[in-house]
């Protein structure tokens, strides 16, 4: 089985400061991985996802997220983040489409509040 | 990309009643899925729902409390039965397309009293 494990669940950070956010995963198999994004009241929102190649991927809003096999993590990084990326942020893993329906599971998710 | 939307946006409801939620999509997609957010959770996956048959339950979840059905390749329904407090969540529509995009829709936010 698959699972995922945000490692914070809360990152206050300064307007125009970096930012990351960690996500494990464990899996036996290959997995696909997502971030998505919620805004306060707000259905979710594809950030960036990793199917296969290159392993540092670019998104939306100017996030990316760097896939590390060996350490089974996606982390989502901002080099300058800003007052309205404050959201909930949540890391996904799906089976590849031959063996799955492409079901998500996500992790717990952590919540980026950027200060001014 | 797909564009969800989803019926009621939001409901409160009394205990052991049932309610209905919609979800259309304006384009024809693979797989259909509904999630549960507890407050202040993650979402955990109720079902599949698949086109002209029974809907897929994941492990926790039952047909005779979330009945789901899919008549065509765009559109859906939720149903939460005989609600109790412990139902009060926002439910998600999410939808898988031919390019292994999946979207969300914006979620029906329900209150059971």
């Known amino acids: 089985a698959q699972s995922v494990t945000q490692l914070d669940s809360q990152v206050p950070v300064f307007e125009e400061a970096p930012v990351e956010l960690r996500c494990n995963y464990s899996s036996s198999v290959s997995v696909y991985l997502f971030w998505y994004v919620q805004y306060p009241n707000q259905g979710l929102q594809l950030l960036l996802k990793y199917l296969s190649g290159s392993t540092l991927v670019k998104g939306i809003n100017g996030f990316e997220a760097e896939f590390n096999k060996s350490q089974t993590s996606f982390h989502l990084r901002k080099p300058s983040v800003h007052i309205s990326d404050t959201a909930e942020y949540f890391c996904?893993?799906?089976?590849?489409?031959?063996?799955?329906?492409?079901?998500?599971?996500f992790g717990q998710g952590t919540t980026l509040q950027v200060k001014p | 990309s797909a564009v969800i939307s989803q019926k009621p946006s939001r409901d409160i409801c009394q205990r052991g009643t049932s309610l209905t939620i919609q979800c259309q999509v304006d384009?024809?997609?693979?797989?259909m899925f509904w999630y549960r957010q507890q407050p202040g959770q993650s979402l955990t996956l109720i079902a599949t729902a698949n086109q002209g048959s029974e809907a897929t339950y994941e492990s926790g979840f039952v047909i005779d409390k979330f009945p789901i059905s899919r008549p065509n390749l765009t559109f859906s329904t939720l149903t939460v039965s005989n609600m109790s407090p412990e139902d009060s969540s926002i439910y998600l529509c999410s939808v898988r397309d031919f390019s292994y995009e999946q979207y969300f829709g914006p979620g029906t936010r329900l209150t059971v009293t």
């Open positions: 996904a893993v799906s089976l590849p489409i031959s063996s799955n329906t492409g079901k998500l599971i």
């Open positions: 384009s024809q997609v693979t797989m």
